[in-house]
């Protein structure tokens, strides 16, 4: 499965850093932390994270864990969002946010999120993590957890 989404994504990128500028991936938000990774990653490669959700992991985990995102085939647009809890590091996982908020995330599923923002959203019927201002997203299903990717 990985390598049928590295294969894929490979189109997507290509022509996004040929038709855009490094900047242009960048988002601007008000209450947006651009987070510094703490592996090595191109400009173009980086996500999100809005103090919301620094805040809400700052909460939840006090034992080492770390938000892990993940990208899957899958849902009604082809493409899914997976959200977990985990205290474990894979040799290709990049890492945002702060040390005791961190987001965690593979560099398959970067590729199909970046310049993304991570959000937590809390509304009197539910409340959770989630990928808002995907960049590479053409659109999604109205429950926010799946999506397509432009090509």
Not at 12 to 41: E, F, H, Q, Y
Not at 50 to 68: A, Q, V, Y
Not at 103 to 111: E, F, M, N, P, R
Request: aromatic fraction near 6%.
């Amino acid at each position: 499965m990985a390598f049928m989404l590295r294969q894929v994504s490979k189109p997507v990128l290509l022509r996004t850093l040929l038709n855009g500028s490094p900047t242009s991936m960048r988002l601007a938000a008000k209450d947006v932390t651009a987070s510094a990774p703490a592996t090595n990653t191109t400009p173009q490669q980086q996500l999100l994270v809005s103090e919301n959700c620094l805040k809400r992991l700052r909460e939840i985990c006090t034992d080492g864990s770390f938000l892990r995102i993940t990208v899957e085939g899958g849902g009604c647009s082809g493409f899914q969002y997976k959200f977990d809890l985990d205290s474990k590091l894979n040799e290709d996982d990049l890492q945002f946010g702060e040390d005791k908020a961190k987001v965690v995330i593979d560099t398959v599923s970067l590729d199909y999120c970046t310049g993304a923002t991570v959000d937590y959203h809390s509304e009197l019927i539910r409340a959770g993590f989630r990928m808002i201002a995907n960049p590479l997203a053409e659109q999604g299903c109205s429950c926010g957890s799946s999506f397509s990717i432009k090509l």
